[in-house]
């Protein structure tokens, strides 16, 4: 299977926390880092998610907000990946930021040319990826 | 009433799943095919929404996934749409991909330039658009 | 702290419904305008969100819909902000459209190429932006 979401993160379910409609996924990724889904309680059933199964968090990049200036201001974002900016490519309307995690993974981001400008992003900056746990897609291989 | 939000499919609300905060919305559109969504407890009481009742589902076409080769994996996405690409539309930074429904309709997708890469989608070949039942919009006519 | 998020409104929270997994967050931003937020119970707890307490939405221009024609017809997205548009900035694929609000405000939205086509978008037409609850990022001040 393919698919146009550009980031992709294998892990392991560490959590499951179930609501009526919603259940709330907790992902173990590479580097111990964590990612929070929301995903509804049919798709839980249905993957088979518990706690050790493998799987995966696909979030589309145009789901994922730039974080520069970090002064300790709270977001409810429940992920939030923090490395430096490794590419910005600007387009007419949108620009892609594309920042490398310590870990050494990566997480694109699309957002305004205006927001990139604003934010000042060039290569080597320190940045944030913020996306909401509603956002994140769980996948398990076939 | 018009909007931007480019697919737009109209049905007939199947089933009503009540939770605490969000409600889940079953829709039947052209063709049997189900759609999925989540909205608040509010709008599912204040659009009258209930079996039967005939409704819409709005989808932004940045909300949509597309998904090629596929091999089994399962995803949470409760929604999927499979077809074949009829329209490649390339930008700077994104791309707008159309895919063809078996019923007659179609789905838009805005994904990057990477990924529309990354996956050769090109006329004809088999695709499925993917959406989370947190991206889609319930409306009803007046 | 700076976000990418082009769409950013202080207000005061003036209620907060509680979930199983998720909770709704009602603020009250200038004007008197209300915005809903659907975010996690933990991130309730960890923003300390509470009637009275400031913060601040924060809306990517991405999930944005724009709507025009306003003939009664209802959504469910439970956040619509009615304005005048402002500004029609046209990419290859997508277009940035910016709606200037009553209150002295704007909201930018990204929409596609063929859409802002399709609804006739020009500097001083009335339209009302609109974005799901789920859409919106909760913040609080440090």
Redo the contacts between chains.
């Keep these: 299977?393919?698919?146009?979401?550009?980031n992709q993160f294998l892990g392991k379910v560490a959590a499951v926390?179930?609501?009526?409609?919603?259940?709330?996924i907790d992902l173990e990724i590479l580097g111990g880092q964590k990612i929070?889904?929301?995903?509804?309680r049919?798709?839980?059933d249905?993957?088979g998610l518990r706690p050790g199964v493998e799987a995966y968090a696909?979030i589309?990049?145009?789901?994922v907000?730039?974080?520069?200036?970090?002064?300790?201001?709270?977001?409810?974002?429940?992920n939030r990946l923090a490395g430096k900016v490794s590419r910005v490519?600007?387009?007419?309307?949108?620009?892609?930021?594309v920042i490398e995690l310590p870990g050494g993974g990566a997480i694109?981001?699309?957002?305004?040319h205006?927001?990139?400008k604003?934010?000042a992003l060039e290569t080597g900056k320190k940045a944030s990826a913020?996306f909401?746990?509603?956002?994140v897609?769980?996948?398990?291989?076939?």
């Design positions: 299977m393919k698919t146009s979401a550009r926390k179930k609501g009526a409609v919603n259940d709330e929070v889904a929301i995903i509804t049919e798709s839980t249905s993957l696909l589309k990049a145009s789901s907000i730039i974080m520069t200036d970090d002064d300790g201001a709270k977001l409810s974002t429940r490519q600007p387009g007419a309307v949108n620009t892609e930021v694109a981001s699309i957002i305004t205006e927001s990139a604003a934010l913020l909401k746990a509603s956002s897609i769980i996948g398990v291989p076939n």
